[in-house]
């Protein structure tokens, strides 16, 4: 019934579930080896997908602005700007470096107002218009953006007239929808005349 909905709000419920599957499971006399058989093989090739291979970019994205920050020294003038859904990555927690990091911000409505858009939301809603008004002059650009694959077609101007190159890509998910990609892009502003194509 809360307005706000998250998978830790059920996880008290757990321990009285797992009481009843195992007294279910103990009164079956006939399937009692194949119902187990099944449930412990599906329950693990969906844990070994999910633990290692679904939704897996923002976590390597992370891994790697953090090999760029300890392998390069050139990267201490570095700076961070992760154009995606509100809590997509790990941020500081995973990086450990003191780089200079953005993400599209988006408090919880304190207000009460029935219309109210975050940062995130007014974002998505005209990706290409906000990063024209966000960054109106080249010395507040970031050197680093990392974005989802379904963003890049959006806001491929941005980033053809501000000089970012796509420089690494990682796999996220075989499942995208709505602004979560197949994929996370990290581009990178090169200088004029050190742009090369992709």
């Known amino acids: 019934m809360l307005s706000h909905k998250e998978f ?14 195992g007294y279910s499971l103990n009164h079956l006399k006939t399937w009692k080896k194949p119902a187990l058989s099944f449930l412990f093989l599906s329950n693990m090739l969906l844990a070994l997908y999910t633990g290692l291979v679904h939704q897996r970019g923002t976590l390597d994205v992370m891994t790697h602005i953090q090999e760029l920050c300890y392998n390069n020294s050139s990267k201490s003038s570095a ?3 992760v154009m995606m859904p509100c809590h997509s990555t790990p941020y500081y927690s995973h990086v450990h470096y003191p780089l200079p990091m953005r993400f599209l911000q988006c408090p919880p409505d304190l207000t009460g107002k029935s219309q109210y858009l975050d940062e995130a939301d007014i974002f998505y809603l005209n990706p290409l218009n906000w990063l024209y008004k966000e960054f109106h002059n080249d010395s507040t650009l970031p050197t680093h953006l990392i974005i989802f694959s379904v963003l890049e077609e959006d806001i491929s101007a941005f980033l053809i007239s501000s000089n970012y190159e796509r420089t690494a890509v990682f796999f996220h998910t075989h499942l995208p929808e709505g602004r979560t990609g197949s994929h996370v892009y990290v581009y990178e502003r090169k200088l004029k005349g050190k742009l090369s194509r992709r």
């Open 8 to 21: 830790r709000f059920i996880y008290p419920v757990l321990p009285f579930c797992m009481v009843f599957c």
């Open 79 to 81: 700076s961070l700007f």
